[in-house]
């Protein structure tokens, strides 16, 4: 496990790295970052979702030299979408630093890229041929270029863009880094490489085998400002024995942790922050059932040997489906059925088609409960909690008290009553639950050539099921909870 604390970068890069909330490299990030900071040429083989964004970004964002109002870095990539999805990510490494980022692309007014290219940008994103118009034009000067980056060369060369950015690269000084990245290496890329890089270093990532099995996979497609209600209310329906969310930054991690214990929950969150101590303390307390809910981020979960989750809700989506299929690893243990439900924005439904392209399974659209199924779902784990209790048999002292009742009142009436005495009704406490960015729009089976751009200012439903709503409840009958299979806890102190 390599974190982007070991790495040796910048303060300021460590701080926004840190405000994107990422604490561990992938695999591809591990294994670039080091050498790109060496200055070292390098041929990535990686396939969309591992992070290779950040892994050449990093190393570019720490050369730049933000005193020097020159152009330092160029990214070639095959479409607008990634090329803004990429100028997304490198305005968030390079907030630290203040890098000046700026991406060009066609469908734009060309003249407003040549004004904020007049403002100075430190490093381009862009398509081959908006590139090639602005060295036409002689707006886009490129004799300061260190780092050249080519994403997605074998996207490139099927969109046949190779003689241009064989032109693109006799522009660029010799004296130069380059790191190109495709999934697979075909003899035109392979022979761009011998050209234009010198001793490249071979970063090979296997595209691995993900699968899970003995979990079923949800999701429910929910807007930031809805997420915790809903959160509540499906967890109200399910009743989940033991449950782990996953958020995406710390700040998330500890805001929900809060917002749930307010709710009723005993709920307590895992990150970074903590001193090992008190991650210990409170994965102890998780996994002895003092508290029913761990809320953590990917980092603080990996590893973890829990046995007895039945739900992982992904509060957040992850930024690549390696993380996904760790998530909801923590379930489905064992041979039993675990259950895994993800929130999606709709703008990263592309992230949630990418995980399905990678574990080779399509999740099953849920439909958000409402107050009333959060009830019904609360009444049900009542009276699953009174059957419990008729089949201990131990009511011996109790039924003395039960006989004059039912010489005053009516059975049915009694009954009605108990449920309505343990049944915890759906908590609407005030809660806050700052709003995160969503993840950078990411490009889904679209192709253009069509190659606009500005800087990147300051900051960061459908699809449901038909014919009656589906929660994914369980039978909680025969659970390992015993008659608590329906149980929520309450802390004493909250």
Excluded: C
């Amino acid at each position: 496990m390599t974190k982007f604390k070991d790495l040796n970068l910048s303060a300021e890069t460590l701080r926004a790295i840190d405000k994107m909330g990422f604490e561990e490299a992938t695999p591809i990030q591990a294994d670039t970052i080091p050498l790109g900071l060496a200055g070292k040429d390098i041929i990535g083989q990686a396939q969309t979702g591992t992070g290779k964004t950040t892994a050449f970004g990093v190393p570019m964002v720490e050369k730049i030299d933000t005193k020097n109002d020159s152009i330092q870095g160029l990214i070639i990539a095959p479409t607008r979408e990634l090329a803004i999805q990429v100028s997304e990510e490198l305005y968030k490494i390079g907030s630290g630093k203040r890098a000046r980022v700026l991406a060009v692309y066609g469908g734009q007014d060309i003249q407003r890229q040549i004004r904020a290219l007049k403002q100075r940008p430190h490093i381009i994103v862009g398509t081959p041929g908006r590139i090639l118009d602005h060295i036409n034009r002689r707006t886009l000067k490129l004799e300061n270029i260190q780092t050249l980056v080519l994403d997605e060369a074998d996207e490139m060369l099927n969109m046949g863009f190779i003689q241009d950015i064989e032109t693109i690269l006799s522009n660029v000084p010799t004296e130069r880094q380059t790191l190109l990245f495709s999934a697979t290496m075909p003899g035109p890329i392979r022979a761009i490489a011998e050209r234009f890089m010198k001793d490249p270093e071979m970063i090979r990532i296997k595209a691995k085998e993900m699968t899970v099995s003995n979990i079923d996979q949800y999701f429910v497609k929910v807007q930031q400002r809805d997420k915790f209600d809903i959160l509540a209310r499906l967890m109200d329906v399910q009743t989940p024995e033991l449950a782990i969310i996953f958020g995406r930054t710390k700040r998330r991690v500890d805001e929900l942790a809060n917002a749930l214990s307010l709710r009723g929950y005993q709920a307590e969150g895992i990150h970074g922050d903590l001193t090992q101590a008190k991650r210990l303390t409170v994965l102890n307390r998780f996994k002895s059932g003092k508290i029913d809910v761990l809320v953590a981020t990917d980092v603080a979960a990996r590893g973890l040997d829990i046995s007895g989750v039945t739900h992982v809700y992904n509060y957040d989506i992850p930024q690549d489906p390696e993380s996904y299929v760790h998530r909801i690893g923590r379930t489905g243990r064992a041979g039993k059925e675990g259950m895994a439900i993800t929130f999606v924005d709709p703008r990263e439904m592309s992230y949630l088609r990418e995980v399905e392209r990678t574990t080779k399974k399509r999740m099953t659209p849920m439909e958000a409960p409402t107050w009333d199924d959060a009830l019904s779902g609360q009444q049900q784990a009542a009276v699953t909690e009174l059957e419990g209790a008729i089949t201990k048999n131990e009511l011996t002292e109790y039924r003395t008290f039960a006989k004059n009742l039912l010489d005053q009142y009516n059975p049915e009436d009694i009954v009605a009553a108990a449920v309505k005495l343990i049944t915890k009704e759906p908590d609407r406490t005030p809660v806050h639950i700052t709003n995160e960015s969503s993840l950078p729009q990411k490009r889904d089976n679209f192709r253009s050539k069509n190659s606009g751009g500005g800087y990147r200012k300051s900051g960061g439903g459908g699809g449901r099921q038909g014919g009656g709503r589906s929660y994914g409840n369980r039978d909680r009958k025969g659970s390992s909870g015993g008659s608590g299979g329906g149980r929520r806890k309450y802390s004493s102190n909250s």
